[in-house]
């Protein structure tokens, strides 16, 4: 059977929507639920095509995170379990798209020249998984098509999974493990446990730990670890069990955006209690508590959100390595934190942010821990890309995205040659280090193993997540959605911070931002929505708004 006239044939029962057009963005595709099936079959399509092509297991997760319950979309795992590489995201747009003028066999067969893909003469697996939406059923019964419309390759269904556990799951099937849901609670247990079992002894939970789960599948799951771990007390807030929707007035997106606290939270009930928020497939958190504030008599919503959580944890890492290696300051002047582990070398420890990384944590980490920083554009594949050129290297985005990525070859002197060292403290915080490794998920940000690892270093701290707060005080800061006719016409550079396309309105931008102390604002176009987003920060909130507001208008 020739292997076009099937995928031909399998695709007629997937009529693409007339008119729409789709566009593989930083979060993959994603529409409302019902439009999707057509680029959901042709997305498992090219995901068992890239399967062929890397002779590896790929991954399939059917989710639209944050957005409302009637969206839905899909996004391809590459076999590292990082986002798909980027030179096939056009290949997804062309194949997304095909229609009356270039034929969907005739896009793949362009595609499969030009990549050398032979279907029919190897063997391929893709692993595929959904998030709790009602669409998700049937959605993932087209990807199943889409995939199995190409000869030789399989699909796994794995069921309802968060998704960094169907990353992890294609990350460890590739890496020769058995990869699956329970191996992926095991390992996190397992890390969890001798972290604990490493850490400072006579310490206890400041109190329980209450989650907002957006009523999406981080519910399940994290009841499920609560239980397997024991030593982790949890109140599961928002599980979505009695009707309530999934991502509406709570979840991590909502909080850290609208500053407000998510439904079933009240301000003077749960005073000082220490919350965090996920979202609605469990691969953002950020952490909350209500205060009392010092000029205002109703207690206020206090956010530690993404760039916190990377304060916290590269606090932590720094610490550790400093119980290992000879430190030295290598810059005259400069208090930068050089490691040094006599055998392997300067262990190369760095940071990387988005321009939405609020100031006042990039002073922090630089200044207060003597790290380095480095800015890329948003998304989470821009940032993984930087963090992953590190021994130790850690990414966040503000709203909560993010992890803590090993190299392999530290992680492997961490469990070889870290027992050889001299000191006892240095051989612990090398068993901590190569804990962490397998804590935090390195495919991508995983709100379970960030909540984990948030919860062990307050606890190694004995910390209340107050005195978390206040490593460092936030700059104000506002966020803005402006409508334009088109949005394309603005390009930005400089890791987004400045615009290219338009030299008049940067320049516009500039003088607005030079009557603000502490100013800094930038805008871009969004790459989710048909918005441009305007970014400012001023040393009040008062002052913070003005300038959003002022530079909205110049974006009009
Ligand atoms: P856009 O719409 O390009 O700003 C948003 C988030 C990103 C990222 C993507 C989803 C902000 C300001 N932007 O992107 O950080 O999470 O969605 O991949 O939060
Ligand atoms: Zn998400």
């Known amino acids: 059977l020739d292997p076009l006239s099937v995928l031909r044939d399998a695709a007629a029962e997937f009529p693409p929507p007339p008119g729409k057009k789709f566009s593989y963005g930083t979060a993959g595709f994603r529409t409302d639920g019902s439009l999707l099936?057509?680029?959901?079959?042709?997305?498992?399509?090219?995901?068992?095509?890239?399967?062929?092509?890397?002779?590896?297991?790929?991954?399939?997760?059917?989710?639209?995170?944050?957005?409302?319950?009637?969206?839905?979309?899909?996004?391809?795992?590459d076999p590292d379990g990082g986002m798909l590489t980027m030179d096939w995201e056009e290949y997804a747009d062309i194949v997304a798209n095909a229609g009356e003028s270039n034929p969907l066999s005739k896009a793949l067969e362009e595609m499969m020249n030009r990549e050398d893909i032979h279907v029919g003469s190897s063997s391929g697996k893709v692993l595929l998984a959904r998030d709790t939406r009602r669409s998700g059923p049937s959605l993932l019964e087209a990807a199943r098509k889409g995939i199995e419309a190409v000869q030789g390759v399989i699909a796994e269904?794995?069921?309802?999974?968060?998704?960094?556990?169907?990353?992890?799951?294609?990350?460890?099937?590739?890496?020769?493990?058995?990869?699956?849901?329970?191996?992926?609670?095991?390992?996190?247990?397992?890390?969890?446990?001798?972290?604990?079992?490493?850490?400072?002894?006579?310490?206890?939970?400041?109190?329980?730990?209450i989650v907002d789960c957006s009523n999406g599948v981080g519910a399940g799951k994290l009841t499920y670890l609560q239980e397997t771990l024991?030593?982790?007390?949890?109140?599961?807030?928002?599980?979505?069990?009695?009707?309530?929707?999934?991502?509406?007035?709570?979840?991590?997106?909502?909080?850290?955006?609208e500053k407000v606290l998510p439904q079933n939270f009240d301000a003077t009930r749960d005073l000082g209690r220490r919350c965090v928020s996920i979202d609605g497939d469990a691969d953002r958190l950020v952490y909350f508590y209500t205060g009392q504030s010092v000029n205002e008599s109703k207690p206020v919503l206090h956010l530690l959100d993404?760039?916190?959580?990377?304060?916290?944890?590269?606090?932590?890492?720094?610490?550790?390595?400093?119980?290992?290696?000879?430190?030295?300051?290598?810059?005259v002047g400069h208090e930068t934190f050089a490691p040094l582990i006599p055998g392997y070398g300067a262990v190369k420890f760095g940071i990387v942010q988005t321009a939405y990384a609020n100031g006042a944590s990039t002073r922090y980490l630089q200044q207060n821990l003597g790290l380095e920083v480095v800015l890329t554009p948003t998304g989470v594949k821009y940032l993984h890309e930087?963090?992953?050129?590190?021994?130790?290297?850690?990414y966040f985005e503000a709203n909560g995205h993010g992890t803590i990525l090993f190299k392999e070859s530290f992680v492997h002197w961490l469990k070889e040659d870290g027992d050889s060292l001299p000191a006892v403290e240095g051989r612990m915080a090398a068993k901590r280090l190569g804990a962490v490794s397998?804590?935090?998920n390195q495919a991508v940000g995983d709100a379970l193993s960030g909540i984990l690892m948030v919860e062990l270093i307050l606890r190694?701290?004995?910390?209340?997540?107050?005195?978390?707060?206040?490593?460092?005080?936030?700059?104000?800061?506002?966020?803005?959605?402006?409508?334009?006719?088109?949005?394309?016409?603005?390009?930005?550079?400089?890791?987004?911070?400045?615009?290219?396309?338009?030299?008049?309105?940067?320049?516009?931008?500039?003088?607005?931002v030079a009557k603000y102390e502490a100013g800094r604002a930038f805008v871009r176009p969004s790459g989710t929505e048909d918005v441009v987003r305007v970014y400012a920060e001023a040393a009040t909130q008062e002052l913070a708004d003005k300038l959003a507001r002022e530079v909205g208008l110049l974006v009009h």
């Open 230 to 257: 024991k030593d982790l007390d949890m109140e599961i807030r928002n599980a979505g069990r009695d009707g309530e929707v999934l991502n509406y007035l709570v979840g991590a997106d909502f909080v850290q955006k």
């Open 386 to 394: 930087k963090a992953a050129a590190y021994d130790i290297g850690i």
């Open 157 to 209: 269904d794995k069921g309802i999974l968060t998704t960094p556990q169907l990353h992890w799951m294609v990350r460890a099937t590739n890496k020769g493990s058995v990869g699956s849901e329970s191996d992926y609670f095991d390992t996190l247990s397992r890390a969890f446990r001798l972290l604990l079992d490493l850490g400072p002894s006579g310490v206890s939970e400041k109190g329980t730990l």
């Open 460 to 512: 190694y701290q004995g910390w209340s997540i107050e005195e978390w707060d206040t490593i460092y005080t936030d700059l104000p800061s506002r966020q803005l959605k402006v409508k334009v006719v088109d949005r394309s016409v603005i390009t930005t550079t400089a890791a987004e911070t400045r615009v290219k396309s338009i030299p008049e309105l940067q320049e516009a931008i500039d003088n607005e």
């Open 438 to 440: 397998e804590l935090v």
């Open 306 to 331: 993404g760039d916190k959580i990377m304060a916290l944890f590269a606090s932590f890492i720094a610490d550790q390595l400093r119980s290992i290696v000879i430190v030295t300051d290598s810059a």
């Open 37 to 77: 099936h057509s680029t959901v079959f042709r997305t498992g399509v090219l995901a068992a095509l890239r399967s062929l092509k890397t002779e590896k297991v790929i991954g399939l997760m059917i989710t639209a995170s944050h957005n409302q319950e009637a969206d839905n979309g899909i996004k391809v795992a």
